[in-house]
Nanobody, 120 residues
Framework: QVQLVESGGGLVQPGGSLRLSCAASGNIFNIDAMGWYRQAPGKQRELVAYTTGAGSTNYADSVKGRFTISRDNAKNTVYLQMNSLKPEDTAVYYC??????????????WGQGTQVTVSS
């Protein structure tokens, strides 16, 4: 079994910054894409950013220039640095990863989510 554990959410004022972390652990052989999604109340879950196993990145238009995704493969961890936060960034943020298990099965996993609230 594999677990994705997120941390770093919280309450921040508009214009502020937060850094989310997501650590994968368990039955892991290798990790391909890792990414962050978010879901605001009453809205569908949407992609925020992802990074491939080769290191390329992609961002939602709404966060380009403000958010940066990075990963530490040695720690099986993905980060999301969020700057210039806006009230519309308020949501539950979920980590997602495509993981190859030691049995060489590729499985997609989700974290439990971490709340980010941007408010004055």
């Amino acid at each position: 079994q594999v677990q994705l554990v997120e941390s770093g959410g919280g309450l921040v004022q508009p214009g502020g910054s937060l850094r989310l972390s997501c650590a994968a652990s368990g039955n892991i052989f290798n990790i391909d894409a890792m990414g962050w999604y978010r879901q605001a109340p009453g809205k569908q879950r949407e992609l925020v950013a992802y990074t491939t196993g080769a290191g390329s990145t992609n961002y939602a238009d709404s966060v380009k220039g403000r958010f940066t995704i990075s990963r530490d493969n040695a720690k099986n961890t993905v980060y999301l640095q969020m700057n210039s936060l806006k009230p519309e960034d308020t949501a539950v943020y979920y980590c997602n990863a495509d993981i190859w298990t030691k049995e060489l099965s590729k499985v997609n996993y989700w974290g439990q989510g971490t709340q980010v609230t941007v408010s004055s």
